[in-house]
Each structure stands twice: as C-alpha cells, then as structure tokens.
C-alpha cells in the first residue's frame, strides 16, 4: 500500500510538474507574441503601414526569420492584431467598465466620448512610445480600406459600442434624464454619427482640438435630450 501511494504521488507531481510546464510555454509563446504586435505597432506609428516592410519589423524584434514566422507571416496579420489589441479591444474594456459605473445617463455618454479623447494616454503607458493620436488614427483609417480581418472587426466593435449607447439611453429614459418620446435608435445613431464625424475632422485638421470638440458634441446632445 505505501508503494502504491508513493508511486501514485510520484505520478502527481510528474503530472502537476508538466501542467507548470505547460502553462510556462503558452505564457512564454503568448509574450513573444505581444512583444511582436508591440513592435510592429511602433513600426507602424513611426513610418506609416505601408512605409516598413515585414523584413524591417522581423530586425527589430531580434528574431531570426524562422522563429517570427512561426507567429506571423505578412504584414496584413499583424495590422490585424495591432488594431485589435490597441483600438478595439480598449474600447470593448472601457466601455464595459463606463456602463457598469453608478452614474447618470448624462455622464455616462460624457464618459464614453472621453474614452476616445484619453485611449491615447493610456496606450502611451503600455509601449515605449509616447502615441501620436492623429498618426493613430490615420493608421486605423488606413488598416480599414487595407485589410479584411480589420474591417470586419471594427464592424463588431461598432455594433457593441452602438448597443452600449442604446443602453444608455434606455436608462436615461427611465430614470426620467431624457424625453420619453425619444426614438431610442435614432439617439444612437446621431451619437455614433457625431463621434465619427469628429475624429475625421480632426485627424485632417491639425489645429482642432479632439477633447474640447467632442465634449462640445456631447453637450449638444445631452441638452437636446433632456428633460
């Protein structure tokens, strides 16, 4: 019996020993990648997508062809990732968290059209490169007309942001902030419309002021919606 127990243990910790390794390995596989995106990110924020080649970002990682094949193969990936990794995914997060906060309808909208005028700041802190919003911008604008994969991630990251404005909205309805006889959809769509039509007014215009422009927006709107 104590052999028996033994050999069983002996068997657990093998077991436990090569689950750690495991673990290890995709951890390790999972930071060589993200060390990739965050190189081709600043690559790209430097030069513009179509202003480095893929040789050119393999170099700055330090790795050998072979091993930055087995993550990546073309240039078109790796925009993919980045604007999933830095853009759509930071919005999806934030956005959450904006909706889960105890606040009015009214600030909540504030604070979701902050998110854009802020992501910047917060992207800065996570590379070693202090982010050029308008060159971040430009190169989103660039990925969508370049790459499937972005395009039609932005569609899904649209449709989110959309349903988390319309929940807004409802909210600000029942809680007696907005009109009861607004078109709920309607809201939504002048919301999302506005939020764009800043950004590409201001990625073209050098002199135009992103936060103060979009809390001008914001405020429009919330005057006109509520009660």
Known sequence: QFASRAAHSSKATITRSKLLLTRKRKSNKMDTRDKIIETAFIGFLENGYDNISLNEIVKRTGM???????????KEQLISET???????????????????????KDTLFAMSDLFANMFGVVSGQIDLQVDARRFYSLFISALSLNKGVNQSNIITQADLKNKVRMVIVKGIQNGEFKQELDVEEIVFIFTSMLHGILFDWVNDEKMELSPSLKKGITALVNLIST
């Open 64 to 74: 050998t062809k072979g091993a930055f094949y087995y993550y990546f193969t073309n």
């Open 83 to 105: 604007v999933e990794k830095y853009l759509h995914s930071f919005i999806s997060a934030y956005g959450d968290s904006v909706i889960a906060s105890d606040i009015s309808a």
